[in-house]
């Protein structure tokens, strides 16, 4: 089925320890993004991307990387896992016409 | 800087109408968006309106935006137990990146 893919649905992290949250899309979207959604704050831009080579901070940018090698894959890198990363991972993607983010099911991550 | 602001709980009951709304700040938000996410759930895309618009009607949904006082409604009619779910509002403000910005969401609950 088209659409948002994202890998692993659970994690569980000891403090210090990295990973790679993994993203995909198969409708040639170029506009993609991570979202952390937090208890009573909503849904906050971590890092986008607005094509292949291109990439910027959102809102809370400190402690994750991204890279977007190719339109499909947009992987999030956590580079020493803190408590403070306890949230649910949210990719979207869209076209450049606006009609629409499209988002994965989430990553649920939880450092210990 | 950009800000989306909901009221955080409604509670109808069944077959009643649900009305939510939302305040952005952006003047210059080309999309606004509706958002519905179901418990441990993405975030799956319900309506949107350009801000061109002042009304969009699709099937038991309802979209009002009032751009002079930055103000948007989502009306749902004869609520269902199947429409209990956080409602996320969020504009897409000014600029090609094309980012979101998410209110807190808008938890509602239907009673039988």
């Known amino acids: 089925n088209a659409g948002v893919t994202q890998t692993p649905k659970f994690q569980v992290l000891k403090t210090g320890q990295s990973m790679t949250l993994q993203c995909a899309q198969d409708?040639?979207?170029?506009?993609m993004s991570w979202y952390r959604q937090d208890p009573g704050m909503g849904l906050r831009l971590i890092h986008y991307?607005?094509?292949?080579?291109?990439?910027d901070q959102g809102e809370v940018p400190n402690g994750y990387n991204v890279s977007r090698s190719t339109t499909e894959d947009f992987p999030l890198r956590l580079l020493s896992a803190a408590p403070s990363q306890t949230s649910v991972y949210f990719c979207?993607?869209?076209?450049?016409?606006?009609?629409?983010?499209?988002f994965g099911s989430g990553t649920r991550l939880t450092v210990v | 800087g950009e800000d989306v602001e909901q009221s955080l709980f409604l509670s109808v009951r069944e077959g009643d109408s649900s009305v939510i709304n939302c305040t952005y700040t952006?003047?210059?938000?080309?999309?606004l968006y509706w958002y519905k996410q179901e418990p441990g759930a993405g975030l799956q895309l319900l309506t949107y309106?350009?801000?061109?618009?002042d009304m969009k009607q699709d099937q038991r949904l309802t979209v009002l935006l009032n751009k002079k006082d930055k103000h948007l409604s989502l009306r749902i009619a004869d609520t269902q137990t199947g429409d209990s779910a956080i409602y996320f509002c969020?504009?897409?403000?000014?600029?090609?990146?094309?980012?979101?910005?998410f209110g807190k969401g808008t938890k509602l609950s239907v009673k039988p």
């Open positions: 991307s607005v094509g292949a080579g291109i990439t």
């Open positions: 409708m040639n979207h170029e506009y």
């Open positions: 309106i350009f801000s061109n618009m």
């Open positions: 952006d003047s210059s938000s080309t999309y």
């Open positions: 979207a993607s869209s076209s450049s016409r606006g009609l629409g983010y499209t």
């Open positions: 969020a504009e897409r403000y000014g600029g090609s990146q094309g980012n979101l910005i």
